[in-house]
T-cell receptor, first 115, second 114 residues
Framework: GAGVSQTPSNKVTEKGKYVELRCDPI?????LYWYRQSLGQGPEFLIY????????DSGLPNDRFFAVRPEGSVSTLKIQRTERGDSAVYLC?????????????FGPGTRLTVL | AQSVTQPDIHITVSEGASLELRCNYS??????LFWYVQSPGQGLQLLLK??????LVQGIKGFEAEFKRSQSSFNLRKPSVHWSDAAEYFC????????????FGAGTRLAVHP
């Protein structure tokens, strides 16, 4: 079956603009995670959804970042008033359940560049 | 705070040589441990994982890793490297807390010489 997909694959925007990044998880996966990977670093946790609700948003850097998953499948990461420091690859992952032993399947990421 | 350290930023090996990538974690209890590989343009792929039991775990693509509690380490090994193994490798932990929040190391970039 299809894996996790993310759109767009690349996004270039100007400082101060608003962007939305989309994640389509594997069908039937209830848990969804967003990570951010800066150049030369490992992915850093941003937010975790179990179903429609954000169960842990402790990784969101500030209130410019927001994510939703209204129907418990597709998720959108929203960034307001983008800054150059937001430039990174944003990764989405899903797992069948939220259990620690359930494998997370990652999408290819969205590369965000803020000019 | 929990953390994962990968001491080697970049490693180069010759094709056919053995490989060991180091990973150390900082956590009071036994975490769940993972190794992921990231090839250019590809998503992260799980190589192997350790939860409990036998401390030597086998993964895909001929990789294995050994959990050593006394050293807080989970090093990744492969007896004979292939050119297609060139990629970035990430060690990660999940701190048991009811869900699968991964904490990653900074990664080790592997280059393979023919």
């Amino acid at each position: 079956g299809a894996g996790v997909s993310q759109t767009p694959s690349n996004k270039v925007t100007e400082k101060g603009k608003y962007v939305e990044l989309r994640c389509d998880p594997i069908s039937g996966h209830t848990a969804l995670y967003w990570y951010r990977q800066s150049l030369g670093q490992g992915p850093e946790f941003l937010i975790y959804f179990q179903g429609t609700g954000a169960a842990d948003d402790s990784g969101l850097p500030n209130d410019r970042f927001f994510a939703v998953r209204p129907e418990g499948s597709v998720s959108t990461l929203k960034i307001q008033r983008t800054e150059r420091g937001d430039s990174a690859v944003y990764l989405c992952a899903s797992s069948r359940t939220s259990g620690e032993e359930d494998e997370q399947f990652f999408g290819p990421g969205t590369r965000l560049t803020v000019l | 705070a929990q953390s994962v350290t990968q001491p080697d930023i970049h490693i180069t090996v010759s094709e056919g040589a053995s490989l060991e990538l180091r990973c150390n974690y900082s956590y009071g209890a036994t975490p769940y441990l993972f190794w992921y590989v990231q090839s250019p343009g590809q998503g992260l792929q799980l190589l192997l994982k350790y939860f409990s039991g036998d401390t030597l775990v086998q993964g895909i693509k001929g990789f294995e890793a050994e959990f050593k509690r006394s050293q807080s380490s989970f090093n990744l090994r492969k007896p004979s490297v292939h050119w297609s193994d060139a990629a970035e490798y990430f060690c990660a932990v999940v701190i048991s807390g009811g869900y699968n929040k991964l904490i990653f190391g900074a990664g080790t970039r592997l280059a393979v010489h023919p």
